[in-house]
């Protein structure tokens, strides 16, 4: 079945630090989503992306959606330790569902 | 508006016990879901439903039942807990339609099976 996979796993930076996370699907997406959750939190959505080679910014927060659309990335400029949490890509499945990715950690020391 | 909202927080239950775990939304959402998280592996569909009185399988929906009789509710049924249903349970709901896929997550139910 369709698989969306996330690298790194984990992904600890000293604050200031720019990091990356990368969102690979076994298939083409007609979209991608982002979603960021805090420890001990819930998922909060972040974006959509919906047209190839789409890059979208929010602040700090880059989105890009790969030509093909089968890749997708997530890079934060400058850590602050209010990005500490795990990043989730998610991509459509069967009927409105979504499959998620298994998330990348982000640890910010101060 | 509480967006939504899940009960209890947090759960201890013995191999074999059932429970219930409750999940409401006030947006009027027709699609609702649940979801478990368990380390490493992102979130996982087990139910979801398009509106009231429509259910269907996802991902992982053995051991787990569901109904939906009003818009609001979406309650997922254990049946008889076992230890591998520990997790982090997550209900979201989301507004139907083809341009609008964003999905509002609960605070979510912290379950232990002993």
């Known amino acids: 079945g369709q698989q969306v996979m996330q690298i790194p796993q984990y992904q600890h930076v000293q604050e200031g630090e720019d990091f990356t996370t990368y969102c690979n699907s076994s298939t083409t997406l007609s979209n991608i989503q982002w979603y960021k959750q805090r420890p001990g939190g819930h998922p909060v959505f972040l974006i959509q992306l919906v047209k190839s080679g789409e890059v979208k910014k929010q602040k700090r927060l880059t989105f890009q959606f790969g030509e093909a659309k089968k890749n997708s990335s997530l890079h934060i400029t400058a850590t602050q330790t209010t990005d500490v949490g795990t990043y989730f890509c998610?991509?459509?499945?069967?009927?409105?569902?979504?499959?998620f990715g298994p998330g990348t950690r982000l640890s910010v020391l101060p | 508006n509480a967006g939504v909202t899940q009960t209890p927080k947090f759960q201890v239950l013995k191999t074999g016990q059932s429970m219930t775990l409750q999940c409401a939304q006030d947006m009027n959402h027709e699609y609702m879901s649940w979801y478990r998280q368990d380390p490493g592996m992102g979130l996982r569909l087990i139910h979801y439903s398009v509106g009231a009185g429509i259910t269907d399988q996802g991902e992982v929906p053995n051991g787990y039942n569901v109904s939906r009789s009003t818009t609001e509710d979406f309650p997922l049924r254990l049946l008889s807990a076992a230890p591998s249903q520990t997790s982090v349970y997550f209900c979201a709901s989301r507004p139907q339609g083809l341009t609008s896929y964003e999905q509002y997550f609960g605070p979510g139910t912290r379950l232990t099976v002993t």
């Open positions: 998610a991509g459509p499945r069967y009927g409105q569902n979504f499959v």
